[in-house]
């Protein structure tokens, strides 16, 4: 069973990491400028890396365009809600 989760993305940071909490979303920095889906893609390997999973497993659902999206992850539910929780309290 697919797991949801709500992210908000911060394009053109520093350095790209994932924690904390904006509005129920898990916030996820990344290096990559918004160009041509860039900062997607960053993303959705650094979300994928976070929670030790493989980027296949990490699809997008809704938010292209858009600095919140709403990602898909395929994996054990336990463990990735337990990731998640952790990750939005960093």
């Keep these: 069973m697919p797991v949801r989760l709500a992210i908000r ?6 350095r790209t990491q994932v924690g904390g909490s904006h509005d129920g979303r898990l916030i ?3 290096a990559a400028r918004p160009v041509e889906g860039q900062a997607t893609e960053a993303a959705l390997v650094a979300v994928a890396k976070a929670l030790g ?3 296949r497993d990490v699809s997008l659902l809704s ?13 054990d539910v336990t463990q990735l809600t337990s ?7 960093s």
Excluded: Y
Excluded at 9 to 14: A, L, R, T
Excluded at 63 to 75: H, I, M, Q
Excluded at 83 to 89: C, F, N, P, R, T
């Design 83 to 89: 990731k998640i929780s952790d990750l939005h309290g």
């Design 53 to 55: 999973i493989r980027r």
């Design 9 to 14: 993305v911060k394009p053109g940071g520093s």
């Design 63 to 75: 938010g292209a365009t858009s600095r919140d999206k709403v990602l898909e992850l395929d994996g």
């Design 28 to 30: 996820v920095k990344v």
